[in-house]
């Protein structure tokens, strides 16, 4: 099939990559000329494993380029996917500027019957708005379908092409067996693709990230309580997880969760309910708890020191979780941001987030060339991102680097017991 992918981020540039790798012809398209000029110099703009190596292999192969010219790309195609960003708006809902405005370029392009698919996560009703706009400009036919994009980055292309399921809104059946046809090479191994109507999919993608960050917030506070009654919540995740009702994923208490999705799904979620009158009291407690849980270690950090002032801590981890780059809503930058804001001095190492992180916090810390480069001369070690490089250290090393040996463990990724054996004062998440 002929396919244009609007916006080359997370979603489009690995769905893009991976329609073409099951053989369709793609264009994917970008309004960022930068971002389009470096992927045709075979360079990808994100971090996400395996990427890179199959962008290269669909392009030499040609059956994936890009452009930023959109009008040419939806002439040339029959079904166009938008993956643009739909960033939190100034009141917390989702911003539809970008969909909107890819959906009336593809609308003033069109040369034909075309099929219009957003996989971009955007509120109930965003179907019809996108719908509306299409029909404003164009006399041909067209159907719009919501495709809402599950995968999850650092896992982004074993998700694509092994799906748990295929999510389709759709309203007629020419778009419905298009769509069918589309994700058969990737639900071959009996994942079903689910065809419902345009907002139970639009709901369906917020439900499933609300639900995932309800999780990570229901252990927080259970974490929370083990702090205080002493507790372990390592032996009590497990019994809880071994419940088939329940199982073992999303339970890891932790620094809050983060990232380009969460968050503003759930604000927008919150938001939308609350615009149909509803109250979604769940969520606003969900993303209380979030909050707060983002500035626990560093007031755990001031109670073990007196005052930060003055302090040098060495934080391994900036990216919102491991294998990426993306540091959106980063539970690392509340960390950092308070780390500073009491006077301590930052010296920090994250494998492939320091470019954005100096985006982000310009010369207000030092970063560190490798994690062991981070300690030198440190009173306390945070630990915020659970890169697999950072489980297995030498610690005997680490003590000899850092001034003080105090670790304050935001992943609960090593053994208390142990670590007070080796000499370290150590701190994790609701364990004694
Ligand atoms: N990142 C994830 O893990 C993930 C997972 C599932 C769903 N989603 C959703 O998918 C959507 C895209 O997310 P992302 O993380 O890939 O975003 P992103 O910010 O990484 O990429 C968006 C891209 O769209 C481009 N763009 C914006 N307006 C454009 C226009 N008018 N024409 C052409 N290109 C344009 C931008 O330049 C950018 O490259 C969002 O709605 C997000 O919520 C993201």
């Known amino acids: 099939m002929k396919i244009a992918v609007v916006g080359t981020g997370y979603v489009g540039l690995v769905a893009g990559a991976c329609f073409a790798e099951s053989g369709n012809d793609v264009t994917c398209v970008d309004k960022d000329a930068a971002k389009i000029r470096m992927l045709r110099r075979g360079k990808i703009p994100i971090y996400e494993p395996g990427l890179e190596e199959l962008v290269r ?35 917390g809902s989702a911003d539809l500027q970008q969909v909107l405005d890819v959906a009336r370029g593809v609308a ?31 006399t041909h036919p067209f159907s719009v379908v919501s495709n809402p994009e599950f995968l999850k980055q650092g896992a982004a292309l074993e998700d694509f092409m092994k799906p748990d399921r295929v999510v389709i809104g759709a309203e007629d059946p020419r778009s419905t067996e298009l769509m069918k046809e589309l994700y058969a090479p990737f639900t071959r191994t009996g994942a079903p693709i689910m065809v419902m109507d345009c907002a139970s999919a639009e709901l369906a993608k917020y439900a499933a990230n609300a639900m995932l960050a309800a999780r990570v917030s ?29 199982g073992p994923s999303f339970l890891f208490p932790g620094v809050g969760y983060g990232g380009s999705c969460f968050p503003k799904d759930v604000k927008a979620l919150l ?10 009291q769940i969520l606003r407690a969900v993303e209380a708890v979030n909050e707060a849980q983002k500035g626990r270690m560093v007031a755990r950090m001031e109670k073990h020191f007196g005052s ?25 930058i509340t960390i ?70 105090v670790i304050f463990d935001g992943r609960n990724i090593y053994n208390p017991a142990a670590m007070r054996a080796l000499g370290f004062t150590y701190y994790s998440v609701g364990r004694p």
């Open 336 to 405: 950092v941001n308070g780390l500073l804001a009491r006077g301590a001095r930052v010296s920090a190492f994250d494998p492939e987030a320091e470019k954005i992180a100096r985006g982000i916090f310009g010369s207000r810390i030092t970063y560190s060339a490798g994690a062991y480069d981070a300690l030198k001369g440190a009173d306390a070690l945070i630990v915020v991102t659970e890169w697999n490089e950072f489980r297995r250290p030498d610690f005997a090393k680490m003590k000899r680097l850092m001034r003080t040996a």
């Open 108 to 138: 003033r392009a069109m040369n034909g019957y075309k099929v219009v698919v957003n996989k971009s996560t955007v509120p109930v009703g965003t179907a019809v708005k996108v719908r509306d706009v299409i029909r404003r400009e164009t």
């Open 57 to 91: 292999r669909n392009r030499a192969e040609g059956r994936l380029t890009f452009t930023t010219a959109l009008d040419r790309a939806t002439r040339a195609s029959d079904i166009v996917f938008i993956a643009v960003g739909t960033p939190m708006g100034e009141d």
């Open 308 to 332: 930060l002032k003055g302090r040098q801590i060495a934080v391994w981890g900036l990216s919102f979780k491991p294998k990426t780059d993306d540091m959106r809503e980063a539970p690392a």
């Open 271 to 280: 938001k939308f309910s609350h615009e149909h009158k509803y109250d979604f």
């Open 218 to 246: 229901f252990m927080n506070e259970i974490a929370n309580v083990c702090d205080t009654v002493g507790a372990n919540v390592d032996e009590v995740r497990m019994a809880v997880a071994s419940d088939r009702r329940i």
